[in-house]
């Protein structure tokens, strides 16, 4: 089992082949951790599917207002929608896209952040600088490796539960 440094920002996601562990940056990407947990801890983000999952790239979740399978035909909207929160300022730093680094989906302007999120399959190198990193994950990875492929997938895995690993 991973060792959990700061259960405060330590996330757990609860995927259909076992637990995702992502251990927060809020050193980092403050304002994304913040919204992150404030989410997770709502509930907002249990039975979100990844909408978008592209084989050696990333798999991307997070879209609360249309990405839950039963939302029925909202589905097929999956990835045009945040929450009911103000998108979130960029926090671009050095710290690159790397296999397992979360990032924060966006729409074309830098600040349209809100609660979409994308783990990286490998190391993509050429994200740097453009899209806000504000998470690792430090255990779990075959669990990401194993989500279903598809843009969007014919049946997208989802996220069962999201937690704080303090509330946990």
Known sequence: MAEIKDPENTILIE?????VTVELLPDVAPKHVERMKELARAGKYDGVVFHRVIEGFMAQTGDVEHGKVDDGGNLRRAGTGGSDLPDL????????HARGTLGAARAQNPNSANSQF?????????????????GQVIEGMEHVDAITRGEPPANPDKMISVKVAADA
């Open 89 to 96: 300022p960029a926090e671009f730093s050095k710290v690159p």
């Open 118 to 134: 994308f783990i990286n399959f490998k190391d993509n190198d050429f994200l740097n600088g453009q899209y806000t990193v504000f």
């Open 15 to 19: 995927l259909k082949d076992g637990t």
